[in-house]
């Protein structure tokens, strides 16, 4: 099967690190072309030292890049205290071996996009302020755009905010903007992320095991596991995974096409994404794909088998 090339942006973040880890896992699946950073879950110098950190600590040589430090026109506004002080659940990750490639993220993005053969595909797993401002910028980009496989959004309210997830709410001009590009997008948002997960015994197994990479993966979801985002303390999501592995398998997933319009304003509905979930409604294949369902079970028994590979690696 021929090697999909894939971009990952992402606020690491511990989702954002078992998303990293299964791509990293499926290396003989996706051309990891590079992986640009977001401020989000951390500052941008937090975020962009544990993208190094992780890629390191498995000894993969991918670039890095790091990207936007604050929101295009809002403040910055920190994700929450369920990714610890550093932004890994303070598990004393080593020091990176790996040197940041860029500290640019658009001409990065930009470059390494249009020096490719075949399209790429964008995997965004954190604030869209990145990918909105290279589509601004760069508007050649978007020929050379395969697919937006991003994690952001609900249609069944919020965890920032009632109404809002988290990433749209970060930086909604920047979400509408990639919205509005018209580029094929699948939106993995709340709606099926909140059932893509692991449950409280999976992560002890994990920590439990003696292996290296699962090992830090289990401690730092343990941690995880803290957060008030848990569902009754038995099953947390893996909010991030769920972009890449809709790419692996898409099979697992339900969906649907339709509009997807970004509330820009403040106060109460900032960061919402309107979806028309009217069955009887069609959209045609051009608007962006929403995933509704997750088998569960699936998800869980892939993610798990995949990262117990990379054990193999550190
Ligand atoms: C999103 O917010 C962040 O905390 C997670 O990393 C994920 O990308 C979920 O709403
Ligand atoms: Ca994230």
Redesign the pocket.
Known sequence: MKKRNIIIDC?P????TVALSFAIANEDKLNILGITTVA??QTIEKVTLNALRIVSYYKRNIKIAMGQGRPLIREKSS??S??GEDGLGDCSLPEPALKLYSDNAITFLRDTIMAQDEKVTLVP??PLTNIALLIKVFPEVKEKIELISL??GSTIGG??TPYA???VWADPEAARIVFDSRLPIVMSG?TV?LSAGLYKDDVEILSRGGGKATGLLGRMLDYYFRGDHVKKGTFTPI??ACALMYLLYPQIFEFRHTEVLVDCSEGLNRGNTAVDMRDWVKYDTTYPKVLTKVDTEKFREILLNDLYKLDGMV
């Open positions: 606020d973040g511990i989702d954002d989000g879950n994700g929450g369920i990714h797993v954190g994690m952001g965890n920032r997830e988290y990433n709340l992320t909010h991030d």
